[in-house]
């Protein structure tokens, strides 16, 4: 939900992992698990089905 949050407010992977304190490609891999769970391309298509759930 954190990373889904960084990704509402537009954040690239690399200022979500300092934030978060995790390795870059951890994030990415968090990046890419919400990907698959919304089933989306991108991440403006992530971000307006999460705000269409109310999830952001």
């Keep these: 939900m954190e990373v889904l949050v960084f990704l509402a407010e537009g954040k690239p992977n690399k200022e979500i992992a300092k934030e978060l304190q995790l390795a ?6 968090h990046v890419t ?9 991108n991440r403006t298509q992530a971000v ?8 952001v």
């Design 33 to 41: 698990s919400i990907y698959r769970k919304f089933n989306v391309q």
């Design 24 to 29: 870059e490609p951890t994030v990415k891999m």
């Design 48 to 55: 307006v089905i999460a705000r269409d759930m109310g999830l």
